[in-house]
């Protein structure tokens, strides 16, 4: 379970995070909505070590992580797609998901495991072409493989439907919801698309000016009015 705790981070002078506090269980997928400049993805960062966090703390399955860095987390299981996907565009679709074996030792990390390509069968299908060359629902879905290639038991998501057609969003939602059906692997997804979120949410949660000002059961988004906290 990952465990957040009085979740303190600033820019400069500005409070971004104010005391944030929440778990993500395993076999759940804990959907982080909210409108743009709230510090979701700023949350995020913090969870992936890519921003220390000023106050509070961070536990994954029962550690303390909040002095880790990135490779640390990655080793303990943790697995993030950031926002933009940031796939190496140079690179064969193939060669992208190798990087995500990178926590292995060599002789583990030398083929793709056959989930991935199960998963997303069009990257099989493009394995040999360049990441740059793929549509950005394609990217995507690369983005995610990768992720998944380091087999990780936390799985962080951001906003994996921005920019991408409904083809591939639906295929995407499919797959999440496969990979929390399994579960073992805790799911946190950030989300501006309220109809995904709330298809896939075992757990919501709403954030306003750096606090969670709401949170819940799924189930009950629509009951709660979580569509019109989010709204735009």
């Not at 909040?66 to 640390?72: I, L």
């Not at 579960?183 to 606090?211: H, K, P, S, T």
Request: glycine share 12%; aromatic share 6%.
């Amino acid at each position: 379970m990952l465990n957040v705790e009085q979740l303190h981070q600033y820019y400069g002078g500005s409070h971004i995070l104010r005391g944030l506090t929440f778990q993500a269980r395993v076999g759940e997928v804990t959907c982080l909505l909210g409108r743009n400049g709230v510090g979701k993805t700023t949350l995020l960062r913090c969870l992936m070590g890519l921003l220390p966090a000023r106050e509070g703390q961070v536990s994954w399955e029962g550690r303390v992580i909040t002095g880790h860095k990135p490779h640390q987390r990655v080793q303990a299981g943790i697995a993030y797609v950031p926002q933009g996907r940031e796939i190496f565009p140079r690179l064969s679709v193939e060669e992208n998901l190798l990087m995500g074996l990178s926590r292995f030792p060599a002789r583990q990390a030398r083929a793709v495991p056959a989930f991935i390509y199960e998963l997303f069968p069009v990257l099989e299908q493009m394995k040999h072409r360049r990441g740059g060359d793929l549509s950005g629902g394609q990217q995507q879905q690369l983005a995610i493989g990768r992720a998944l290639a380091s087999q990780p038991r936390l799985l962080i998501l951001d906003e994996p439907t921005e920019g991408i057609q409904p083809s591939v969003i639906k295929e995407i939602g499919g797959v999440i919801k496969q990979l929390a059906a399994r579960g073992d692997m805790a799911i946190v997804l950030v989300e501006q698309f309220y109809d995904f979120a709330a298809e896939l949410a075992d757990q919501y949660l709403v954030m306003a000016r750096g606090e969670i000002v709401s949170q819940g059961r799924g189930v009950d988004m629509e009951r709660d009015g979580v569509r019109g906290l989010v709204a735009i």
